[in-house]
């Protein structure tokens, strides 16, 4: 079955640490997504990638990294510089080609900061 | 700028009672349409998309929206809810050849027995 998967579904980490998030996607698209999810506040993007080895900052960029090594990959690193880290993280992707460009979403990661 | 505000953060209905999840959006040029569904814990499940034509779509759990291009708006309804139907529910709105969508905040729909 095609998807994507998200890995651990749930993660502690202590202050001051920095953590990596998977995302593995066999759907075959192009776009891959980041999104933190914080009660009241919707979905807000962290850093998208429209192509292998390239990617661009999203609204709340500041404290976190990615890298796109693979088509199929997309890692988001919650660094010590992210104030506030504990959230709900969701990855998703969608073709580009597409113009209606629909997102497909994991099933996310509940990063909890002790 | 683009913006996509969900009017009411949380409703609560009766089962088999109707509902509408309200959804308005701002933007200059044309826009792509989508309402997303969360359960508990969960990704997010693609319910209908207006792209064009026939303002009024159909989608999956006898869920539909109706676009409302002079209103702006993108109402989601049905008009029997289930149990199951207890979620969090997101609009979003994507302008044409962009690659962000812009989202909502969320309508948390409870269902009574």
């Known amino acids: 079955d095609g998807g994507i998967t998200q890995s651990p579904k749930y993660l502690f980490r202590k202050e001051g640490q920095n953590v990596t998030l998977s995302c593995e996607q066999n759907l075959n698209h192009d776009a891959m997504y980041w999104y933190r999810q914080d009660p009241g506040q919707g979905l807000r993007l962290i850093y998208y990638s429209q192509i292998v080895n390239d990617f661009q900052k999203g609204d709340i960029a500041e404290g976190y990294s990615v890298s796109r090594e693979k088509k199929e990959s997309f890692p988001l690193t919650v660094t010590s510089a992210q104030k506030n880290p504990t959230a709900f993280y969701l990855c998703a992707s969608s073709i580009v080609a597409e113009s209606y460009n629909e997102q497909f979403f994991g099933p996310g990661t509940r990063l909890t900061v002790l | 700028a683009q913006s996509v505000t969900q009017l009411d953060s949380q409703v609560p209905v009766f089962e088999e009672a109707p509902v509408e999840l309200r959804c308005n959006y701002s933007?200059?040029?044309?826009?792509?349409l989508f309402w997303y569904v969360q359960y508990p814990n969960q990704g997010l499940q693609l319910l209908l998309k207006y792209l064009s034509g026939s303002t009024l779509v159909k989608g999956i759990n006898g869920f539909e929206a109706e676009f409302n291009k002079s209103q702006t708006s993108f109402h989601l309804r049905k008009p029997s809810v289930h149990i199951s139907d207890t979620a969090e529910y997101f609009c979003a709105a994507k302008v044409q050849g962009a690659q962000k969508l812009v989202f909502g905040q969320g309508t948390r729909l409870t269902i009574n027995p």
């Open positions: 933007s200059s040029v044309s826009v792509y």
